[in-house]
């Protein structure tokens, strides 16, 4: 059983920066793939980005809409993983919510149904 909670959401205006982390409780943090969604008003929950288990060389991807402005990081020492936001925008605003999957291999898990834990989120707010 994994336990996560995210923090570090805010208003911030556009252009500006912010960093959400996610610590995580329980044991073997470090074989978990670790995701990040978001969550914008009346919209679904959508893929952001992950790291890979620390097996698989911890390596990241990330969804079109953010490459370049979002990086994926974790410390296992800290069982925790970041997301580290900048060149903000206004479309960024959502609930930001981090999850984990057992990792396996080197694929990718982008959807909602591949992640078996979940944060319970934080809101970032964009504003013009």
């Known amino acids: 059983q994994v336990q996560l909670v995210e923090s570090g959401g805010g208003l911030v205006q556009a252009g500006g920066s912010l960093r959400l982390s996610c610590a995580a409780s329980?044991?073997?943090?470090?074989?978990?793939?670790m995701g990040w969604f978001r969550q914008a008003p009346g919209k679904e929950r959508v893929f952001v980005g992950a790291?890979?288990?620390?097996?698989?060389?911890?390596?990241?991807y990330y969804a079109d809409s953010v490459k370049g402005r979002f990086t994926i990081s974790r410390d296992n020492a800290k069982n925790t993983v970041y997301l580290q936001m900048k060149s903000l925008k206004p479309e960024d605003t959502a609930v930001y919510y981090c999850?984990?999957?057992?990792?396996?291999?080197?694929?990718?898990?982008?959807?909602?149904?591949?992640?078996?834990?979940w944060g319970q989120g934080t809101q970032v707010t964009v504003s013009s």
């Open positions: 329980g044991r073997a943090f470090s074989s978990y793939d």
């Open positions: 790291i890979r288990w620390s097996w698989s060389g911890g390596s990241t």
């Open positions: 999850a984990a999957r057992l990792g396996a291999g080197w694929g990718t898990s982008s959807t909602v149904g591949e992640y078996d834990y």
